[in-house]
């Protein structure tokens, strides 16, 4: 299975501002995905990351706010823009092969204040 | 719209103790359901893939079962130990996507 080294593990940001996520995956993999799980919350997908075309969005989720990069088949970024204290929450990606397994990167604990 | 349902929400059993967690689906037209751990503030742990023409699948202490038909699996633990707590969610991915649809999950205490 492919490892998924995602940073930064968490951080603290202040309001109004960005954050970029990144994954980097040890493989080629044709699906990365993107998901939030607020605190005692599920998963949640926010996106697929495709390679060479804009992501697919999930309902309540759009691009303006939440941009994705996926420039080949090992690396994704994830950017949180105009940050508010409600956009608190774990982030996380994923990525396989449906024939396979997904697995999931490490995580990363955002606080906005 | 696939629905994924894990009971019990929580679970505290002692050390040494099998244990089961169910996890049910509503649509039966998967292609594959997997089973992860997670530990408290990190990342999901792969456990088991169960393909959707397989019945179970063994890792260790671990067994999960599938039963389309019915729309459930199944982990089991055997002999538990409190390295086992955690958060387990099953996720099924559906046969005409590559997505995974999530349960919220049974947190799991092993008592020493």
């Known amino acids: 299975s492919a490892v998924i080294s995602q940073k930064p593990s968490r951080d603290i940001c202040q309001r109004g501002t960005s954050l970029t996520i990144q994954c980097q995956v040890d493989s080629q993999v044709t699906m990365m995905f993107w998901y939030r799980q607020q605190p005692g919350q599920s998963l949640t997908l926010i996106a697929t990351a495709n390679q060479g075309s804009e992501a697919t969005y999930e309902s309540g989720f759009v691009i303006d706010k939440f941009p994705i990069s996926r420039p080949n088949l090992t690396f994704s970024t994830l950017t949180v823009s105009n940050m508010s204290p409600e956009d608190s929450s774990i982030y996380l990606c994923s990525g396989g092969e449906r024939d396979y397994g997904y697995t999931f990167g490490s995580g990363t604990r955002l606080t906005v204040v | 719209k696939q629905e994924v349902t894990q009971i019990p929400a929580a679970l505290s059993v002692p050390e040494g103790e099998n244990l089961v967690l169910n996890c049910s689906f509503t649509?039966?037209?998967?292609?594959?359901l997997q089973w992860f751990r997670q530990d408290p503030g990190k990342g999901l742990t792969s456990l088991l893939l169960?393909?959707?023409?397989?019945r179970e699948q063994t890792s260790g202490r671990l067994n999960a079962s599938l039963d389309k038909s019915s729309g459930r699996s199944t982990l089991y633990i055997a002999a538990s130990q409190p390295g086992d707590s955690a958060t387990y969610l099953c996720?099924?991915?559906?046969?005409?996507?590559?997505?995974?649809?999530f349960g919220k999950g049974t947190k799991l205490s092993v008592i020493p």
């Open positions: 169960i393909q959707s023409s397989q």
């Open positions: 649509d039966s037209a998967i292609y594959n």
């Open positions: 996720a099924a991915c559906g046969a005409g996507s590559y997505q995974l649809t």
